[in-house]
Nanobody
Framework: QVQLVESGGGLVQAGGSLRLSCAAS????????MAWFRQAPGKAREFVAT????????YYADSVKGRFTISRFNAKNTVYLQMNSLIPEDTAVYYC????????????????WGQGTQVTVSS
């Protein structure tokens, strides 16, 4: 069992930055690929970024590539999402997720979810 708790969301102006954190419980954090998804009102949950178990490899949605950076610190059971050059279209609830596989890029591949943190980007 893995519990995930996100933090770091908030209100920011367009062009600004935020860093989201996701703290995981349990001793097997390094066994899980980690990912961030987001869901805007009236839209389906979408993939944002993923990092492999070791942290060596990352993948991003085209919409955030070059602006967002995912990283993990296994010694602290934490995964981060650094978001720069934010635009209003980034407004959504952001979810941290864990999957017991090499990498996760779809909701079906995720075994555990956090409760989400709201990110609002004003124009």
């Amino acid at each position: 069992q893995v519990q995930l708790v996100e933090s770091g969301g908030g209100l920011v102006q367009a062009g600004g930055s935020l860093r989201l954190s996701c703290a995981a419980s349990g001793r097997t954090f390094s066994s899980y690929a980690m990912a961030w998804f987001r869901q805007a009102p009236g839209k389906a949950r979408e993939f944002v970024a993923t990092v492999t178990r070791s942290g060596a490899t990352t993948y991003y949605a085209d919409s955030v590539k070059g602006r967002f950076t995912i990283s993990r610190f296994n010694a602290k059971n934490t995964v981060y999402l650094q978001m720069n050059s934010l635009i209003p279209e980034d407004t959504a609830v952001y979810y941290c997720a864990a999957g017991a596989r090499a990498q996760v890029e779809t909701t079906a591949q995720c075994d555990y979810w956090g409760q989400g943190t709201q990110v609002t980007v004003s124009s």
